[in-house]
């Protein structure tokens, strides 16, 4: 396939101001007219043809000002159509008559149906598998979408914009026309129509604008979208008074479909989401759930200054729009629940997907300069680590400095396709900051390594830190410069207070951030008056690696007396990481482990601060995860050793803790009707964390049965059905609560993804005939990517001993399924594939067994695009 590179950027030889769209709408044959108003760009040559994009969409006509064109002037490219021979000055109008068929899309990409409902995904390039056009972020134009369809099957005919029309065709046909003012690329086009229920509300803006509120949904399920449209509310009024940005149309409307390749789509005016993320109730959503809706209904929100107003000049830009509107949803959670308790989260998610995508074969810069399918790039780089350069930038200007700069940016690039160029040149000329050192994150990959040693001289009362940087090698980049790093950083003293020393000299200090931009760098701090604990990366404010040998009395200090909460939860992980690893490294010499008691001490006390809220003291008390442990290893993994060390670990603290686990737990009652906030939901979580401890201690599922019996909500059913499941599996109670749960939500398909995953994840090398049989019941299908998501994705992505068979079955597996369905749905099958993207870095057994399935599916015959892309690098 063809690489793109970002150094070949041109602009389009033609502008598109206007397009009219007319669909005759039909599951087999549905006709599509596409009026194009174009324009040749001023010194274009006036014989350059018109190139458009294309991709199994068939060629009815083409007709320019009303005149067919004759055959020799429409070539058929195989990806699109050239057209020669038009007119050289003049502007004109290009007609292109075309026909698909959705019912037979299984991509899910362009125009397609989804339990009856008509629905687009056209990002990234997807409006080409709608009719033939420029399809590229920066062709501009204003759009005018006429939709005609049964009446009986599609009541509802929604696109982009306002309703400015309707009527009736006869023969049971009707249709209606929509008109978007804001010109916007394709990808942001979006059609639905179908027979969907709605739930109703209104918004009035800042400035006084009334705009409708609608989420459509299946009949019935009208209920289940409140708290999608309060979270809807709510981040319209936070984008007003954080950031200054409106809604700018009279209507917003959110459809929720249930087959969908992702997340949900921040369509012009018409957001396209995976029910997933629209539905709850109690009953059929956990406190996750209801989290993820609102950060998710928030991103696509924000989305409409960032990423609609204000575009991708080009696809390698994708993070100006993704990091960016990333960090916008952070920021909005941290205002709307615990500022700390989210950043805990990120971090942790930052973690477990984004550095190992950094570390691996798939690792890119947050702005690639090269790729051959850009479906690939919507990754963990672009969005999580993209948001943590915006979150730098942020601390590198200060509040105000950030708001400046992003007002400027607003006002400088409104209506345009801009470039990460532009966004950083708004930052520096609103501030004066110089970020020339700084963009090198944009386009260095790999997460950088700072090596940390400290000397404390009593003597002098100075205190010396030594720092070294540098950015492992990554796929197409050697060498790297040395990045502009910012820390912010507190020296603890013994009595928990900070020092505040008389001078530092070696680095740039601005308030508590510390600059580094050498390769090494020694700081001195002079005047402390005692021996300070250093506490480094606070709010984990810059995205790499830090290498500290910290003594476990420094880090136990820094958890109990750190005055940032996130300091306290991440000097606690990276103790609990020593020991694990530690642990790890016995279990596999055939040792016993053990565990340092200052360790359990310290988690105890954590866990007992009443000063600390309980969402809080549930992170202290969850152990880095298995994968975790596997990145810090970092190679020649044991899977199977990890679990083990990790399970006795867990094990001891649950047996010292169980007295104050106890009667804790007696403590976090949540009485009354169940509530989705922060606080309840935090009570829930801690709770959780506690029975698990006391489970383990207990080595009886008799608490987990109880709390299973008792549940009134999702939350406190699906927990202990994890924990039965996980822990206690050959027990009578995980299989009657695997049964009763299945028979009480089995026309729940959303709800049957946790029963499917909590069974796909359980730890054994016996899971993987689990799956299989999973799958063929009633409650599988391969063309539901939700389904595929909860069973084969949870057991490949979430199940490291299963996956990680030592006989290599899992990898089998797992090929055989990439293959099976990459011929109907390549985007998820290479989302599949990325699970393998570790398989370096295990021992050599299953590394051999990893390669071979590699090598199975990069010999297959059909590779769509997609895969081969990720197979290749892969393996490369
Ligand atoms: N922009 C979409 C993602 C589209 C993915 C296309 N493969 C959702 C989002 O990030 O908000
Ligand atoms: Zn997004």
Not at 426 to 440: I, K, P, S, Y
Not at 446 to 460: I, K, M, Y
């Amino acid at each position: 396939g063809t690489t793109f590179q970002l150094s070949d950027y041109r602009e389009s030889d033609f502008i598109v101001d206007a397009v009219d769209l007319t669909f005759r709408l039909d599951p087999e044959r549905t006709e599509v007219v596409s009026t194009l108003t174009v324009r040749r760009r001023p010194g274009v040559s006036p014989d350059a043809p018109f190139v458009l994009d294309g991709d199994e969409v068939e060629l009815k006509s083409v007709s320019v000002d009303g005149q067919t064109m004759a055959e020799e002037d429409v070539a058929e490219t195989g990806n699109g159509l050239r057209l020669s021979n038009l007119p050289g000055q003049a502007a004109f109008s290009l007609t292109i008559t075309s026909e698909i068929a959705p019912e037979r899309n299984t991509q899910l990409m362009g125009l397609y149906r989804s339990s009856g409902v008509y629905t687009t995904q056209c990002e990234a390039e997807g409006f080409r598998r709608i009719t033939f056009f420029p399809d590229r972020p920066d062709v501009l134009a204003v759009y005018t979408t006429r939709i005609e369809a049964d009446r009986e099957s599609a009541p509802l005919l929604l696109a982009n914009g306002n309703c400015i029309e309707t009527g009736d065709l006869g023969e049971g046909r009707h249709y209606a026309v929509w008109h978007d003012p804001h010109p916007k690329p394709s990808y942001l086009f979006a059609l639905v129509a179908g027979d969907l229920g709605v739930l109703e509300d209104d918004f009035t803006t800042a400035s006084g604008r009334e705009v409708a509120l609608k989420i459509y949904v299946e009949h019935g399920k009208e209920a289940r979208a409140a708290y999608a449209m309060d979270s809807l509310k709510r981040s319209m009024r936070w984008d007003e008074e954080r950031f200054g940005r409106e809604y700018d149309l009279d209507i917003f409307m959110i459809v929720a479909v249930s087959d969908f390749n992702m997340g949900a789509m921040e369509n012009k005016g018409l957001n396209v989401f995976n029910d997933k993320y629209v539905l709850a109730d109690p009953e059929i959503a956990t406190d996750a759930d209801y989290a993820n809706i609102e950060a998710i209904i928030a991103h696509e929100y924000f989305h409409n200054w960032t990423g609609n107003r204000i575009t991708c000049r080009d696809w390698f830009q994708l993070c100006l729009k993704e990091g960016l509107t990333v960090y916008r949803d952070h920021e909005f959670s941290a205002d709307q629940r615990s500022r700390p308790v989210k950043r805990i989260a990120e971090v942790r998610l930052l973690k477990a997907h984004q550095f190992p995508e950094d570390a691996g074969p798939l690792a890119h810069p947050v702005r690639p300069d090269r790729y051959r399918e850009i479906s690939n790039f919507y990754t963990a780089t672009v969005y999580e680590k993209g948001s943590e350069v915006v979150r730098m930038i942020a601390t590198l200007l200060g509040e105000d400095g950030f708001r400046k700069g992003m007002d400027l940016y607003f006002d400088r690039h409104d209506g345009e396709a801009a470039t990460i160029e532009d966004f950083l040149a708004c930052f520096e000329d609103a501030t004066g900051f110089d970020l020339g050192q700084f963009r090198l994150w944009y386009d260095q990959a790999g997460t950088p390594v700072v090596s940390v040693s400290t000397v404390w001289d009593p003597g002098s009362r100075r205190f010396t830190a030594s720092f070294e940087q540098s950015v492992p090698a990554t796929p197409g980049q050697a060498k790297k410069d040395v990045m502009h790093i910012p820390l912010r950083f507190g020296l603890v003293l013994p009595d928990g207070s900070e020092a505040e020393p008389t001078s530092v000299t070696g680095a740039r200090v601005t308030d508590d951030v510390l600059h580094l931009t050498q390769r090494s760098q020694t700081v001195q701090f002079d005047g402390v008056s005692a021996r300070p604990v250093l506490s480094l990366n606070r709010g984990f404010c810059a995205p790499i690696n830090v290498h500290f040998e910290q003594a476990p009395a420094d880090l136990a200090h820094l958890a109990r007396h750190e005055s940032d909460p996130f300091a306290r939860w991440q000097a606690l992980n990276a103790y609990a990481m020593r020991v694990l690893v530690e642990a790890v490294a016995k279990e596999r010499a055939g040792g016993t482990v053990d565990v340092d008691p200052a360790l359990a001490e310290t988690m105890i006390a954590t866990a007992e601060d009443e000063t600390l809220e309980p969402a809080f003291r549930a992170q202290a008390l969850a152990l880095p995860g298995e994968n975790d442990i596997a990145r810090e290893i970092g190679n020649d993994i044991d899977p199977d050793a990890i679990f083990a060390a990790r399970r006795a670990v867990q094990t001891v603290i649950g047996k010292t803790g169980a007295e104050i686990f106890a009667r804790l737990a007696d403590t976090m009652e949540t009485p009354g009707a169940y509530s989705p906030d922060a606080a309840s939901a935090g009570k829930r979580a801690f709770r959780h964390a506690l029975m698990t401890y006391l489970s383990l201690a207990d080595a009886s599922p008799a608490r987990a049965n109880e709390a299973f019996a008792a549940a009134d909500n999702m939350t406190d059913l699906s927990q202990p059905l994890l924990l039965l499941a996980h822990f206690f599996p050959e027990s009578e109670g995980a299989n009657a609560a695997l049964a009763t749960f299945e028979e009480r939500f089995h026309d729940t398909p959303l709800v049957i993804d946790k029963w499917l995953s909590a069974q796909a994840t359980a730890p054994g090398a016996a899971t993987l005939e689990r799956v299989r049989m999973l799958m063929e019941g009633e409650h599988f299908s391969r063309s539901n990517p939700n389904r595929v998501r909860a069973l084969i994705g949870a057991f490949a992505a979430g199940n490291p001993t299963g996956f990680n068979r030592a006989d290599g079955a899992g990898f089998a597996f797992l090929a055989d399924e990439v293959l099976a369905i990459d011929g109907r749905n390549p985007q998820v099958a290479a989302r599949l594939l990325t699970t393998m993207r570790s398989w370096r870095s295990l021992e050599e057994g299953r590394r051999r067994h990893a390669r071979a399935a590699l090598e199975r599916i990069a010999a297959a015959d059909k590779l769509s695009s997609d895969v081969r892309d990720i197979v290749d690098r892969t393996l490369a």
